[in-house]
């Protein structure tokens, strides 16, 4: 199994297979403390293969650097049934999660964890910024 895609992003969707993503990022900027995004999404293509058949879960939990989850609801739990037809050496999935009200109680890099089967497959990386502090910066660097 491999995820060949995971990015949060402002819209993704599946269309017959195709994934649209619109809108990648990495970086939420905000003044004031905790952040709250209003909505974005995680947008995962993942590729199997006749190994992989079998019943899998799935789980995705965002984390600050100390590896605290930032909202108790999480992991977001799905069990993942992969079926392979003998004819087919791989197949390709979309998986997009719609993700409402994401709040960062303050600035520092967070992450997306999905886990397969309980094995870390993939890290999404979001850096929170101060905006302020940023500005305040840029300031005294031009005062310099």
Do not use: W
């Amino acid at each position: 199994m491999d995820i060949q895609i995971a990015t949060l992003c402002d819209h993704a969707a599946d269309y017959n297979g195709k994934m649209v993503i619109s809108g990648t990022f990495e970086t939420l900027a905000g003044r004031e403390f905790p952040v709250v995004h209003p909505s974005c999404c995680l947008a995962l293509r993942i590729c199997v293969t006749p190994e992989d058949a079998g019943e899998h879960k799935m789980e995705i939990s965002i984390i600050d650097e100390d590896g605290k989850k930032i909202d108790p609801k999480m992991p977001m739990k799905a069990n993942f049934p992969v079926e392979m037809p003998d004819s087919i050496s791989f197949l390709s999935r979309n998986i997009v999660l719609n993700l409402h009200g994401l709040k960062f109680e303050k600035e520092g890099v967070y992450f997306a964890d999905i886990t397969v089967d309980g094995e870390l497959m993939s890290r999404v990386p979001i850096r929170v910024v101060d905006v302020n502090k940023i500005e305040q910066e840029k300031q005294a660097q031009a005062k310099g």
